[in-house]
């Protein structure tokens, strides 16, 4: 049953209803699936460790937590006003201005596919290596990333909740096995159990930038609560709520579990360690001593650490095609919706042909190339996970401008706190983590110095924005009833629902 695009939302049978089946445990699993815990200690905070030679990438993560807290407080306050799928794309539009919130649109669209399909290449190269390793068969990266995209098209296209409990099971697994390795390093310190990776001189040294801009990434996720706001059964409350446990419980995990892996190493010998062994480090750890199966399982759980994240990416990417096809910023069969589970059905399918092919053109273009092996993880994994976290990390410096805009225009019952000072701090603290991204940029793609790659990256994530703006002027001309409708999800033209029928 197909509904004219034209039709004003309503209450009508055709009006899209979205199924609210999310809680803030649900929502909250959803957010920190995607920061991946277990992928972030064994493969991020090593190579911070390695890359940088900085010992005080536990207190980074402590800073950064309370950075993007300090951020979460507009955000979550303009979540209780906005409830649409395409939360920054509606913040900014209404908040800022509609062009603006189309070229954030686009900004985000390209920056969750980049995170998304970037990661592919490090599941790719891990599970080829898992399977070569236990059953000695040399199986090329490319056909597990395949197989593993089809798994989350089928999750993606069904409901959501299903999502979150296969999220809720594996995220609680992988906080349970780094919980026994953070027990066992802290038991175990060579050289006994130091603050210094906690304290601002380790910290503060040459190289802080590129700590900071290593650890952003780690947090990248907890900003994608909004999304669901239309699919939480409160989403007034539910979407604060899961923002701030997230921000939390990430900020003091990663910092606790970071400062064990450099006690449990010795803070003077981690950097070397990391840059020989990699993630490797832990695992070779859990082996030596707590035994062969807390190994093997964290290796297992490394991998599917991998594909909750991958799940919760392809999510947020989907329900953006969803809130700009509901809206006709982007085609209106990007707005179909599955009438049974309310899953954005087109949207997910758009993100799982994108997985599709530039896993193709990689593959195609790795054929044959010295870096052997590794090939997906220094080129698709290192190249698009740091090129979207960069987007990510614009798109919150732009919603803290839009939380100032939105509050100015409509005081509601905020204080100065929450409509000015904090989203202006937020403003200030996340454009300096941006600034250091761009300028550590060449170090995250684990380059010496610039070269062209250094400046393509981040033109993938601004000119889309650009385009975006140009976009919205040109609808403003000549589709005008559009244009209106930007940035206010239900309030505009009512999704379709194309292919219902396939239900």
Same mark, same amino acid.
């Given at each position: 049953?197909?509904?004219?695009?034209?039709?004003? +939302?309503?209450?009508?049978?055709? /009006?899209?209803?979205?199924?609210?089946? !999310?809680?803030?445990?649900?929502?909250?699993?959803?957010?920190?699936?995607?920061?991946?815990? #277990?992928?972030?200690?064994?493969?991020?905070?090593?190579?911070?460790? +390695?890359?940088?030679?900085?010992?005080?990438?536990? =207190?980074?993560?402590?800073? #950064?937590?309370?950075?993007? %807290?300090?951020?979460?407080?507009?955000?979550?306050?303009?979540?209780?006003?906005?409830?649409?799928?395409? +939360?920054?794309?509606?913040?900014? %539009?209404?908040?800022?201005?509609?062009?603006?919130?189309?070229?954030?649109?686009?900004?985000?669209?390209?920056?969750?596919? =980049?995170?998304?399909?970037?990661?592919?290449?490090?599941? $790719?190269?891990?599970?080829?290596?898992?399977?070569?390793?236990?059953?000695?068969?040399?199986?090329?990266?490319?056909? &597990?990333?395949?197989?593993?995209?089809?798994?989350?098209?089928?999750?993606?296209?069904?409901?959501?909740?299903?999502?979150?409990?296969?999220? $809720?099971?594996?995220?609680?697994?992988?906080?349970?096995?780094?919980?026994?390795?953070?027990?066992?390093?802290?038991? !175990?310190?060579?050289?006994?159990?130091?603050?210094?990776? @906690?304290?601002?001189?380790? @910290?503060?040294?040459?190289?802080?930038?590129?700590? !900071?801009?290593?650890?952003?990434?780690?947090?990248?996720?907890?900003?994608?609560?909004?999304?669901?706001?239309?699919?939480?059964?409160? &989403?007034?409350?539910?979407?604060?709520?899961?923002?701030?446990?997230?921000?939390?419980?990430?900020?003091?995990?990663?910092?606790?579990?970071?400062?064990?892996?450099?006690?449990?190493?010795? &803070?003077?010998?981690?950097?070397?360690?990391?840059?020989?062994?990699?993630?490797?480090?832990?695992? $070779?750890?859990?082996?030596?001593?707590?035994?062969?199966?807390?190994?093997? #399982?964290?290796?297992?759980?490394?991998?599917?650490?991998?594909?909750?994240? =991958?799940?919760?990416?392809?999510?947020?990417?989907?329900?953006?095609?969803?809130?700009?096809?509901?809206?006709?910023?982007?085609?209106?069969?990007?707005?179909?919706?599955?009438?049974?589970?309310?899953?954005?059905?087109? $949207?997910?399918?758009?993100?799982?042909?994108?997985?599709?092919?530039?896993? %193709?053109?990689?593959?195609?273009?790795?054929?044959?190339?010295?870096?052997?092996?590794?090939?997906?993880?220094?080129?698709?994994?290192?190249?698009?996970?740091?090129?979207?976290?960069?987007? @990510?990390?614009?798109?919150? /410096?732009?919603?803290? !401008?839009?939380?100032?805009?939105?509050?100015?225009?409509?005081?509601?019952?905020?204080?100065?706190? /929450?409509?000015?000072?904090?989203?202006?701090?937020?403003?200030?603290?996340?454009?300096?983590?941006?600034?250091?991204?761009?300028?550590?940029?060449?170090?995250?793609?684990?380059?010496?110095?610039?070269?062209?790659? /250094?400046?393509?990256?981040?033109?993938?994530?601004?000119?889309?924005? #650009?385009?975006?703006? %140009?976009?919205?002027?040109?609808?403003?001309?000549?589709?005008?009833?559009?244009?209106?409708?930007?940035?206010?999800?239900?309030?505009?033209?009512?999704?379709?629902?194309?292919?219902?029928?396939?239900?």
């Amino acid at each position: 049953m197909s509904v004219s695009a034209g039709k004003v +939302a309503g209450k009508s049978e055709h /009006t899209v209803h979205h199924h609210r089946r !999310l809680g803030v445990p649900a929502v909250t699993f959803m957010i920190i699936a995607a920061s991946a815990p #277990l992928t972030v200690l064994a493969g991020g905070v090593t190579t911070t460790f +390695a890359v940088t030679g900085v010992t005080g990438v536990p =207190l980074s993560f402590l800073l #950064l937590g309370g950075t993007l %807290a300090v951020f979460a407080v507009g955000y979550a306050a303009m979540s209780r006003h906005l409830v649409n799928a395409g +939360a920054f794309y509606s913040y900014v %539009a209404q908040g800022i201005s509609r062009p603006v919130g189309v070229g954030a649109s686009m900004v985000a669209l390209m920056a969750y596919n =980049l995170m998304q399909v970037g990661i592919y290449g490090l599941f $790719g190269f891990s599970v080829s290596g898992l399977i070569n390793e236990r059953f000695g068969v040399a199986l090329p990266w490319w056909i &597990p990333v395949l197989t593993c995209i089809a798994v989350v098209a089928v999750l993606g296209v069904n409901r959501v909740d299903l999502s979150a409990k296969v999220l $809720g099971v594996l995220v609680g697994l992988e906080f349970l096995v780094v919980t026994v390795y953070d027990v066992a390093s802290f038991a !175990l310190a060579p050289e006994g159990v130091s603050g210094a990776p @906690l304290s601002p001189e380790s @910290l503060f040294v040459p190289g802080v930038g590129a700590v !900071l801009s290593f650890g952003i990434a780690a947090f990248m996720g907890f900003e994608s609560a909004a999304i669901y706001g239309e699919e939480s059964k409160d &989403p007034k409350h539910t979407v604060a709520r899961a923002t701030y446990t997230a921000i939390t419980i990430i900020a003091l995990f990663y910092a606790v579990s970071a400062w064990a892996m450099a006690v449990g190493t010795g &803070p003077s010998a981690v950097a070397d360690a990391s840059a020989k062994q990699g993630p490797d480090l832990m695992f $070779g750890f859990l082996g030596a001593h707590t035994g062969v199966l807390i190994a093997d #399982l964290a290796r297992l759980l490394f991998v599917t650490s991998l594909f909750a994240a =991958l799940v919760s990416f392809h999510n947020a990417a989907a329900r953006y095609f969803f809130s700009l096809g509901r809206e006709g910023v982007l085609p209106r069969k990007l707005g179909a919706v599955r009438r049974h589970s309310g899953a954005p059905y087109a $949207g997910s399918l758009a993100q799982t042909a994108i997985a599709v092919v530039v896993t %193709a053109a990689f593959a195609i273009a790795g054929t044959g190339s010295p870096l052997g092996d590794l090939y997906p993880v220094l080129t698709m994994f290192t190249w698009l996970t740091n090129d979207g976290a960069m987007g @990510l990390v614009l798109l919150m /410096t732009v919603v803290s !401008l839009a939380v100032i805009g939105f509050f100015r225009k409509d005081k509601r019952d905020t204080g100065i706190w /929450t409509s000015l000072i904090a989203p202006g701090l937020g403003f200030l603290l996340l454009a300096a983590v941006f600034v250091m991204i761009a300028l550590n940029f060449n170090v995250l793609l684990g380059q010496e110095g610039n070269n062209p790659l /250094t400046f393509i990256l981040p033109a993938a994530i601004v000119v889309p924005g #650009l385009a975006g703006v %140009a976009w919205a002027f040109r609808l403003k001309r000549n589709r005008p009833e559009v244009y209106r409708r930007i940035g206010h999800g239900e309030e505009g033209p009512a999704a379709v629902h194309l292919g219902d029928e396939e239900d």
